[in-house]
């Protein structure tokens, strides 16, 4: 069974401070997708990485894909409160184009 | 643009009724799912279909059954709600090897 383990569950900071989330499984992956869900809404998209090593930036979001295709990360700069909700990661599975495999979330909450 | 559009928001059942959730899509998506996501385990796989007329069991199907008669619509039954399902239920679509797209989502409540 293929399983995506999110770090830390929950994170609470200051405006300004900066936050890495990590995504970690020991399966391999085809794509990881890191989405953001606000309280009452669905998750919404954020970034699709799919090459080990790859970098991709979104304004102060930095995500990264390990080299293996099997662990990923998000770092926040200069975190503010608009970054507040909760974070998921997503990993497409390799046996099936049809499914992803989800983290549990961070939830995140960025103090005034 | 609508995107994906779920109805009711918001419900109450009493253990034993049935109800149909229905979801809708304006993007002409192949895949529709229908996720559940409860505090602290994630969003977990009900039913999936890729494409019209199609439907597959996910991570979680028992007590559920799922409809795609068109293309836009996926429909999610409850034939006999329990407790257990009580839970914030969203669809989503994707084509190809986009991400996902949700709904806002649905929360059912079975007393």
């Known amino acids: 069974t293929q399983l995506l383990e999110q770090s830390p569950q929950f994170l609470s900071i200051q405006e300004g401070e900066n936050l890495t989330v990590y995504c970690n499984s020991s399966s391999v992956f085809s794509s990881l997708q890191w989405y953001r869900q606000e309280p009452g809404e669905g998750p919404v998209l954020l970034v699709t990485v799919v090459t080990g090593g790859e970098v991709k930036k979104l304004k102060r979001l930095t995500f990264q894909f390990g080299d293996a295709r099997k662990d990923s990360s998000l770092h926040i700069t200069a975190a503010q409160p608009g970054d507040t909700g909760l974070y998921l990661c997503a990993g497409g599975r390799e046996d099936s184009n049809y499914q992803l495999i989800w983290g549990a979330g961070t939830k995140l909450i960025i103090k005034p | 643009n609508a995107g994906v559009t779920q109805t009711p928001k918001f419900r109450v059942l009493k253990t034993g009724q049935s109800m149909t959730l229905l979801c809708a899509q304006d993007m002409n998506h192949e895949y529709m799912y229908w996720y559940r996501q409860d505090p602290g385990m994630g969003l977990r796989l009900i039913h999936y279909s890729v494409g019209e007329g199609t439907t597959a069991k996910g991570e979680v199907p028992d007590g559920y059954n799922v409809s795609r008669l068109k293309k836009q619509n996926f429909l999610l039954g409850l034939e006999s709600a329990a407790p257990s399902q009580t839970s914030v239920y969203f669809c989503?679509?994707?084509?190809?090897?986009?991400?996902?797209?949700f709904g806002s989502g649905t929360r059912l409540t079975v007393v």
């Open positions: 989503a679509s994707r084509q190809g090897n986009y991400g996902y797209t």
